[in-house]
């Protein structure tokens, strides 16, 4: 076919789509809502993740069944284009496409492409493969909650322009199913409805990538990702194939058991400085007893993996990616003319707290295999929590709420990107500060909290010490203006969050 001809195609089959989207979505997209109509037929943007040593998986979408050249180089002009094949998107992935690419250089930035035809380029996106045992610095964003309807997405927008940031790690709600009532923020029109079918799960994926906030973030860095209960909205992988399928597709996974699509753990390497297991507490919670009668929570499968994995690493930090709080928020002793949340003795007993006989097994094993320097990176709330792991937070012979002594490894909970939380639920925000020093004098392990910003959180890890930081921004309108928490240090070695108070910019 010439290519002029095929020029032209190309550009009739983006408009077709373009309209064909406009009626699948709504008939009125929201603000900051739009395909990238100039890069047709890639109107969806390029990601990268799930890097290794020596390769990168990469991520397209292009409406089309003809070939699609994938380019990538050493730098940004592509002369020196090191990696190039060609591939396919088909409608059996929803016209998606993710290449792993291979020989590659260890803690290498590369950029890359695709090409249609003779000139029709994407964007250039960039990623970065795993370092080489040399590495001495690490700077991961952690995010979580990403409602596209509840806010804008200016902390991806903002993570995304950050060259200090290496990799991105979403440890789920990465899409929304439902519509939280008090969370019309950028609303389209019709109200989108839960999706229950592979097609509504796919379409609800590509109204997330008409955002130009989220494409940029997933052009600039490099994701590890893995689904929670919005990404899925069954507790159930029988019923919920269709949901895992469109994950799959949409972002840039290598699914490490194809025999097992449910198998979405699996373990990164920082050289000898740390480790990421990204583990799936979601799925398997409830489903499976480790002892009679007694609920697993990563389902006996992931927890030996886990522990194995654990026991055999040799690198000074073991990060968990986790979904949900693993270091239990009690709300024993509040007043009940409070009404609050949970079970009288959790306030949220969906998470770890609701497998507590299984989390002392977890903390049992930390303890007697001798794992130290573990910290957990957890989503689900959307508000910051900073944890300290205790096995019994209140009991004073075992945890000591001033110096930490006790405690097995911390936790940090990232705030949302913007789905709501306590302002959301129309809680003054003059009465916030009382909860939160409320919850903090319930749960001793607790170091810090705050209840109603948004945004994302920096790990930044040394062979020393490893920092946690808030990074905090609105979401009721687009703005570019960051405001940060003071940072968060653990020591190596320490097993608990140090109690001395660093100033904003310390570790910056
Ligand atoms: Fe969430």
């Not at 690490?138 to 927008?157: D, E, K, Q």
């Not at 129309?426 to 910003?453: A, E, G, M, T, Y």
Request: aromatic share 12%; glycine share 6%.
């Amino acid at each position: 076919m010439p290519l002029s001809i095929r020029s032209a195609l190309c550009l009739l089959l983006s408009f077709c789509y373009l309209s064909a989207a406009a009626q699948t979505h709504s008939r009125t997209l929201p603000d900051r809502m739009y395909a990238d109509s100039a890069y047709a037929p890639f109107l969806f943007g390029v990601a990268s993740g799930d890097p290794t040593r020596t390769s990168v998986m990469i991520w397209t979408r292009a409406e089309t069944t003809e070939p699609i050249r994938w380019e990538v180089a050493a730098d940004s002009n592509f002369s020196f284009t090191g990696r190039t094949g060609q591939t396919y998107c088909s409608p059996d992935h929803d016209y998606t496409v993710s290449v792993d690419v291979n020989g590659l250089e260890p803690g290498h930035h590369y950029y890359y492409r695709f090409i249609f035809g003779a000139d029709r380029v994407s964007q250039t996106g960039r990623a970065l493969t795993l370092p080489d045992d040399s590495v001495k610095h690490l700077r991961l964003a952690l995010v979580s909650c990403s409602g596209a309807w509840s806010g804008y997405f200016n902390a991806y927008r903002r993570l995304a322009q950050r060259d200090d940031i290496d990799y991105l790690v979403h440890v789920g709600d990465y899409i929304y199913d439902d519509v939280d009532p008090d969370e019309h923020v950028r609303m389209p029109d019709p109200e989108p409805q839960n999706p229950s079918t592979l097609a509504e799960w796919r379409d609800r994926h590509l109204y997330y990538l008409l955002d130009p906030d989220l494409r940029l973030a997933r052009q600039n860095k490099t994701w590890i990702a893995e689904w929670d209960n919005h990404d899925n909205h069954y507790s159930n992988f029988e019923h919920n194939a269709d949901g895992l399928t469109a994950f799959y597709e949409y972002l840039p996974i290598r699914m490490p058991d194809t025999m097992h699509p449910e198998y979405i753990f699996r373990r990164f390497q920082f050289g000898g400085l740390a480790d990421l297991h990204m583990i799936d507490m979601y799925l398997f919670r409830g489903r499976e007893d480790f002892a009679a009668g007694q609920k697993s929570i990563l389902g006996n499968v992931q927890d030996a993996w886990l522990k194995k994995s654990l026991t055999r690493s040799t690198t000074t930090w073991h990060l968990l990616g986790n979904q949900e709080m693993l270091g239990s928020w009690l709300s024993k002793g509040i007043p009940k003319s409070m009404h609050a949340p949970g079970d009288g003795t959790y306030f949220n007993p969906q998470d770890w707290d609701g497998y507590a006989t299984d989390r002392q097994r977890f903390y049992h094993y930390l303890d007697t295999a001798h794992i130290h320097n573990v910290v957990t990176l957890t989503g689900d709330l959307h508000m910051s929590f900073i944890i300290d792991l205790a096995p019994d937070p209140r009991d004073r012979r075992t945890y000591h709420r001033r110096t930490g002594r006790g405690s097995l490894g911390v936790e940090v909970l990232t705030p949302s990107i913007s789905a709501g939380n306590m302002d959301e639920e129309h809680i003054p925000r003059c009465l916030i500060p009382i909860f939160q020093r409320l919850s903090l004098d319930l749960n001793p392990h607790h170091r810090w909290v705050q209840f109603w910003k948004h945004g994302y959180t920096t790990i930044d890890v040394t062979p020393e010490r490893c920092v946690a930081q808030f990074c905090y921004m609105d979401i009721l309108h687009y703005s570019d203006r960051e405001t940060y928490s003071r940072p968060f240090v653990v020591r190596r070695g320490a097993d608990h969050w140090d109690r001395k108070k660093y100033r904003k910019n310390d570790f910056r």
